[in-house]
């Protein structure tokens, strides 16, 4: 039937059947969706203006990688239905352009989830992609054809600092105001805690008195630590590099403390391993695929790119990979895991000790990666888009990674629930998400007016 391009005009039930088609031939989505098994709502909403007098509303009957049904939804399916998702026009067009990620949709709230719980939805991205990416493959017709949305020129580079005098000996001198500033004061105060002096004699004693599975969860978690504070020291200096040649010694002077921290982070799970668990197996064991894609690919490859590119955009995808998702994501969900497991139980107080002064470091290395993305989107908005592409792959690997740890056992000791840990890395990617979208609509120069609370 070649040529013959029949297209369906969207959330119609010639269109839904058409989806339901292609969908039931995606092998991908058959093993995506394997423990799959309830119906999903998708609603378009109405918009008079554009030819949407009412809302469309189709009903998706999803049941083990099969689709057995796709309709408009009628009677009871609005009430019975677990899951409903709608969005107006232009977010379904992006979506079913293939332009937007369905998981990041739905986690910055562009895809509103009416119904249903997107935590259980965050351990079915790969079915809800599959999902989607049949929906692509539909040849889709609108009630109306919304522009699309161009991209703006970015402005030109400011000559980048790069007068070649010293900063120190011209007239302005350091610039006490911006935030790495004020960050690199905080961190001479608040970051000189010694790995080593910290008393670990208790923790001998509480590590003996813990369950087979209790040492094996924390060492799992700790090997997740260990691993990614190497990574992260190993992996940071490409970006202070190109903070050095751009000459922001501002920023730089910052990054000196910053390096020195990770390396102390280093130190200290090491020292927790050697002396407090004892233990010199390999650990390599407890790093799973979605773990490696993160630490042993996506973060060298982000970092490491910076070598040969120092551009904004190979700058946002570093510190992206670097800040927001191993350090605001994935490092802070760990922390809270650790308090979750010692501290309402009263264990291991050295170990808890450095993880409180872990964390204080690391709220400052993230609140300058907010500053540095944001201080790049300000300066050409247009990156937001590159951003934001790149963040919900990564996300999906992130959220994978603390499924991993979870799935590992059967039954996860001192009460921890693999939701919880979910919903609190969401929100923190969240939280700072928003924080770095905001840029987009400030003035470069209203960045350096940041404050570290993030
Ligand atoms: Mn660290
Ligand atoms: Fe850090």
Not at 251 to 280: G, I, M, Q, S
Not at 386 to 409: G, P, R, S
């Amino acid at each position: 039937m070649k040529g013959n391009v029949l297209k369906h005009e969207i959330f119609t039930l010639a269109w839904a059947q058409a989806w339901a088609g292609q969908l039931n031939r995606n092998p991908h989505y058959r093993s995506a969706a394997q423990k799959w098994e309830w119906p999903l709502i998708l609603i378009l909403e109405k918009d008079p203006a554009h030819g949407l007098p009412e809302n469309r509303e189709i009903y998706l009957d999803l049941w083990h990688g099969e689709c057995r049904e796709a309709r408009p939804a009628e009677g009871n399916d609005l009430q019975e239905a677990p899951y409903i998702i709608s969005a107006p026009l232009p977010v379904w067009q992006e979506i079913l352009a293939g332009q937007a990620d369905p998981m990041m949709a739905l986690t910055r709230g562009r895809l509103k989830l009416r119904k249903g719980n997107l935590l259980k939805l965050a351990r079915y991205t790969q079915a809800a992609k599959q999902l989607l990416a049949s929906a692509v493959q539909v040849e889709t017709a609108f009630p109306v054809n919304l522009p699309a949305v161009t991209a703006t020129a970015p402005p030109p580079e400011i000559a980048s600092a790069a007068s070649h005098r010293f900063a120190t000996t011209s007239p302005g001198g350091l610039r006490q105001d911006i935030l790495p500033m004020r960050l690199y004061h905080k961190a001479k105060k608040f970051g000189i805690w010694n790995p080593q002096d910290i008393d670990l004699q208790r923790d001998r004693e509480d590590w003996q008195s813990l369950s087979d599975l209790e040492k094996e969860v924390l060492l799992h978690l700790t090997a997740l630590f260990q691993g990614g504070e190497e990574a992260v020291t190993l992996d940071l200096l490409p970006l202070i590099m190109v903070i050095a040649k751009e000459r922001r010694i501002e920023e730089e002077l910052y990054l000196t403390t910053f390096l020195w921290e990770e390396a102390k982070h280093t130190e200290f799970f090491r020292r927790f391993l050697d002396e407090v668990a004892r233990n010199h197996s390999d650990l390599t064991r407890f790093h799973g695929p979605a773990y490696q894609r993160i630490f042993y690919e996506a973060l060298p490859a982000a970092m490491n790119a910076l070598l040969n590119d120092p551009s904004p955009a190979a700058q946002a995808r570093a510190s992206a990979t670097y800040n927001m998702i191993v350090e605001g994501t994935l490092a802070e969900t760990g922390y809270h895991a650790y308090y979750a497991m010692l501290e309402r139980n009263d264990l291991l107080p050295g170990l808890r000790e450095g993880i409180t002064y872990l964390k204080r470091d690391e709220s400052r290395h993230i609140a300058y990666g907010i500053y540095l993305l944001s201080r790049l989107v300000a300066r050409e908005p247009a990156l937001w888009e590159v951003l934001e592409k790149h963040m919900a792959i990564m996300l999906e690997h992130a959220l994978a990674t603390i499924t991993e740890l979870f799935d590992t056992y059967e039954v996860i000791p001192f009460g921890l629930k693999l939701e919880d840990f979910i919903e609190y890395a969401l929100d923190q990617f969240n939280k700072r998400m928003n924080r770095i979208e905001n840029a987009r609509y400030q003035r470069p120069e209203a960045i350096d007016a940041l404050t570290e609370d993030d």
